[in-house]
């Protein structure tokens, strides 16, 4: 799959039932009826740090895909190393950061989202503002959003 912002390969995971009331909380993905839906499934570029929600994401893949690919999804662990040799490879600490500077775009909006998140991955052992750091300095990814400008706005929020 490619981002639809920039073209460039994405990594797909589903997100885990834990999350899924951060997101609704944060309101991650309005219908058409007015109610608030949690995806299911994600994907997060490796070049731009754009997260898509469920819909979004299976809206990029093609619609020959099967349903084998679906259990494929669940049965692997994302391969996150494909972001950036500073990103974490672990699901319990990717899948909490890859949500968290998703959602970074709105910080206002999901602000105790994103400070819950970040907990989660830092409780999972890694550091997410080393991360975060260490993103800006990678050659190979250029964050949507300005990643210096939310790291100093998230350790304040975390500290």
Do not use: K, W
């Not at 809206?59 to 099967?66: H, L």
Request: aromatic share 4%; with cysteine.
């Amino acid at each position: 799959m490619t981002c639809s912002a920039c073209g460039s390969p994405t990594v797909r995971f589903v997100v885990p039932a834990d999350f899924h009331s951060a997101l609704s909380a944060a309101g991650s993905v309005s219908v058409a009826d007015d109610h608030t839906h949690t995806p299911d499934s994600c994907t997060f570029c490796t070049h731009c740090l754009v997260l898509e929600y469920g819909d979004d994401a299976d809206a990029a893949e093609s619609e020959s895909e099967s349903e084998s690919e679906s259990d494929e999804l669940e049965s692997t662990d994302p391969d996150f190393s494909r972001v950036s040799d500073a990103f974490p490879t672990t699901p319990e600490q990717a899948v909490p950061l890859a949500l968290a500077i998703g959602l970074a775009e709105s910080l206002a909006m999901n602000r105790s989202v994103i400070e819950t998140l970040l907990r989660d991955v830092e409780r999972a052992g890694a550091d997410p503002l080393l991360v975060l750091d260490r993103l800006q300095r990678d050659p190979s990814v250029e964050p949507a959003i300005d990643l210096g400008r939310r790291q100093h706005q998230l350790e304040q929020l975390l500290y």
